[in-house]
């Protein structure tokens, strides 16, 4: 009869952990994978099509506002865009990431559209480089669609990497979100005032 000795035991505990391990990183490089496949770039106009050799690998459904304020302006008074605020969902109404305007580290503070990942907090920083409002995509009433090349990097705290890679972000699939009607900016006393007005799009951010 084999006696089983404390060395035995353990190896076979170490042999057992490196199985589960092995399993487990599988499962979770297979559900990524899965993931990423799900994410099919959209039909664009030709001027929002990414560059080849960049692959979408995540798809944000967002609800939010665009937002602005009424300022003086060249001739006279207009509502000025100041940042959007959104949140990000995927398919299944999970939180993803949150989207706002903020200053830029890497462009010594310039303030850029950012989106933040929901968990690990990583973020990014992007300026558009193309617009469509194309009547053959962009539904009436609504925000352009708009290609955004991504300027600014940052990991999250504790490492966080999911948006790190991000090279574009394209903003497609909008409704609402224009400024509101010019009489409510249209002298003096209007400066100041803010408008919030509700949009919805989807974005699409790809990496290479």
């Known amino acids: 009869m084999k006696i089983t000795t404390q060395r035995d035991i353990r190896l076979s ?3 057992a952990f490196t199985a589960a391990a092995t399993i487990a990183f599988a499962a979770l490089t297979f559900t990524v994978s899965r993931a990423e496949a799900q994410v099919i770039p959209p039909t664009v106009p030709a001027n ?17 506002t665009q ?5 003086l ?12 605020q959104a949140t990000l969902f995927d398919d299944d109404r999970q939180q993803l990431t949150t989207h706002f305007l903020s200053a830029n580290p ?22 558009a480089v193309a617009t469509s409002t194309d009547p053959a995509y962009v539904e009436p009433g609504a ?9 600014g990097v940052e990991q999250g705290p504790t490492g966080g990497m999911t948006l790190f890679g991000t090279t574009f972000v394209q903003r497609v699939n909008t409704t ?8 409510g900016c249209a002298h003096a006393g209007h400066i100041g005032k803010k408008a919030l ?12």
């Open 13 to 15: 505990q170490r042999r």
């Open 67 to 71: 937002n602005y304020i009424c300022m």
């Open 106 to 127: 890497d462009e010594n503070g310039t303030l850029r559209a950012t989106w933040q990942h929901s968990e690990d907090t990583s973020a990014v920083w992007a300026k």
């Open 197 to 208: 007005v509700p949009y919805t799009a989807d974005y699409v951010f790809y990496r290479n």
């Open 143 to 151: 925000i352009p669609w708009l290609k955004l090349q991504v300027v």
């Open 73 to 84: 302006a060249p001739k006279g008074f207009a509502w000025t865009f100041f940042g959007p």
């Open 176 to 183: 609402g979100g224009i400024a509101p009607a010019a009489d």
């Open 48 to 64: 929002l099509e990414v560059e080849h050799g960049n692959t979408p690998f995540l798809l944000g459904h967002a609800v939010g």
